[in-house]
């Protein structure tokens, strides 16, 4: 038997980001994985955070504001933007993180369940920023940051409709980076390899599964790391932030050198 891989699980140092302090950022999918990372390091660059997600999060800290939404929900969605920015005055960041990863093979997925995936994933994503926008017009770092994945690249069987929202989050992006790029705002979408998160620890790396996907991912990943939650923050940080004002319409991939590109 071939021993065990070794993966790298130094934790994280935290991206410290000068000119994004004071601002207010939107943070979709707060109360848990990706998306708590990244309202967690907003806070640590000094970003009062409102956090959008269908349970409340609990991030007890002064800039946090909880927003419990169900982003499935048109009406649901344009009443919590219209709340946050009444009460901010002014969005300077979009963070759309929120999604599910449900599987549903081709016999099996019909309407119902690609509603209940696309409307999340994506429509979720379209809507949010339908609304943030007045909002975003006021603001002062301008930038959205749409969390892909890539999912979309790889042909996992029982993930069409997931793949497929996830390949829209990069036509939304570029769709909308010229569209919005004449009024200094800009997208970038940032895509995710496997993350273990908490989620996806108890899925796919605890019990039976663990030896054969850590040996899978092994194989796979040009670094031998466990690519962590704040691993995916630190680079929305960046991409919020004016370090990377050259860039818009953008897929940043982070999956360890998986696709290499």
């Not at 081709?106 to 309407?111: C, D, F, I, V």
């Not at 497929?164 to 800009?186: D, F, P």
Request: net charge negative; charged share 20%; with cysteine.
């Amino acid at each position: 038997m071939s021993a065990a891989p070794e993966f790298d699980e130094t934790p994280r140092p935290a991206l410290q980001l000068p000119d994004l302090a004071g601002r207010v950022a939107l943070v979709t999918g707060a109360s848990s994985g990706i998306g708590r990372a990244v309202a967690e390091a907003l806070i640590e660059s000094g970003v009062v955070v409102h956090g959008v997600a269908h349970e409340p999060a609990a991030l007890a800290h002064a800039q946090f504001h909880g927003h419990v939404c169900d982003l499935r929900d048109a009406a649901a969605i344009k009443a919590v933007v219209a709340a946050i920015g009444t009460e901010a005055g002014r969005l300077d960041y979009v963070v759309n993180v929120a999604g599910v990863d449900t599987k549903a093979s081709l016999e099996t997925g019909g309407a119902e369940q690609w509603d209940a995936i696309v409307d999340l994933n994506l429509r979720g994503y379209y809507l949010v920023l339908h609304e943030a926008l007045p909002w975003l017009r006021q603001g002062q770092g301008r930038s959205v940051v749409n969390v892909g994945s890539i999912n979309y690249r790889l042909g996992v069987p029982r993930r069409a409709i997931y793949a497929a929202s996830k390949a829209g989050i990069l036509g939304l992006t570029t769709g909308l980076a010229r569209e919005l790029g004449r009024e200094r705002i800009r997208i970038n979408t940032v895509s995710p390899g496997w993350v273990f998160t908490e989620g996806q620890v108890k899925e796919y790396f605890a019990g039976e599964a663990a030896a054969k996907n850590l040996a899978y991912l092994a194989g796979v990943q040009s670094l031998p790391i466990k690519i962590d939650a704040r691993d995916i923050a630190n680079h929305v940080l960046f991409y919020l932030s004016d370090v990377s004002r050259a860039s818009t319409g953008h897929n940043c991939v982070v999956d360890g050198g998986w696709l290499l590109e």
